[in-house]
């Protein structure tokens, strides 16, 4: 399901589960969040069982390129395959795209499972330095590994990413 930001219940879930799932400098403010919105680009959808919010993916699409912003699901949904049928489903809607995400390091737990759970949708790592500029103004940039799929990105296709990401992505800060 498509949503968009307003004053219902269901975007009330949507953002709390957005806050609550990523630290301040990798979110955005609801006030840019909702001019991302607005960008033709910018797409938010959610999936919901019984009307219980399960998980929400924020992404971009430009040309043949899907970047995945943020994925979330409902800590109580967690480990039933929530986020990888939602990665599944914008896939196989969208067979010719290339998906591209970031990551932080896999350096701990937390973060080598995540680059497992990605690893077995089919996304590749990477070997780009690539730090990604914070959400907010005068937030704190962080180091972040660029995994694709369904195949590894070229040195082009790296640099248009980069520039889309700053050019269009990034404008939408407070």
């Known amino acids: 399901m498509k949503i968009i930001p307003s004053g219902n219940k269901l975007w009330e879930q949507v953002w709390r589960l957005y806050v609550d799932s990523f630290p301040e400098w990798e979110r955005r403010r609801i006030s840019s969040h909702s001019r991302a919105s607005e960008d033709d680009d910018f797409h938010t959808y959610i999936s919901i069982e019984n009307g219980n919010l399960q998980g929400l993916v924020f992404y971009w699409e430009h040309d043949s390129v ?3 912003e943020h994925l979330a699901v409902n ?6 395959g929530i986020g990888s049928q939602i ?4 896939m ?3 067979p010719e795209s ?3 995400l970031e990551i932080d390091p896999p350096l701990d737990d937390i973060s080598k499972r995540r680059s497992t759970f990605y690893e077995r949708l089919g996304f590749i790592a990477n070997d780009f330095d690539y730090i990604h500029p914070s959400y907010t103004k005068n937030g704190k940039p962080h180091e972040l590994r660029i995994m694709s799929y369904p195949k590894a990105l070229s040195n082009e296709e790296f640099e248009r990413f980069k520039e889309y990401m700053a050019t269009r992505v990034m404008k939408y800060i407070d």
């Open 66 to 68: 899907i970047y995945v």
């Open 75 to 80: 800590p109580l949904m967690r480990g039933k």
């Open 87 to 90: 990665i599944k489903g914008l």
């Open 92 to 94: 196989e809607e969208n």
């Open 98 to 100: 290339t998906f591209i």
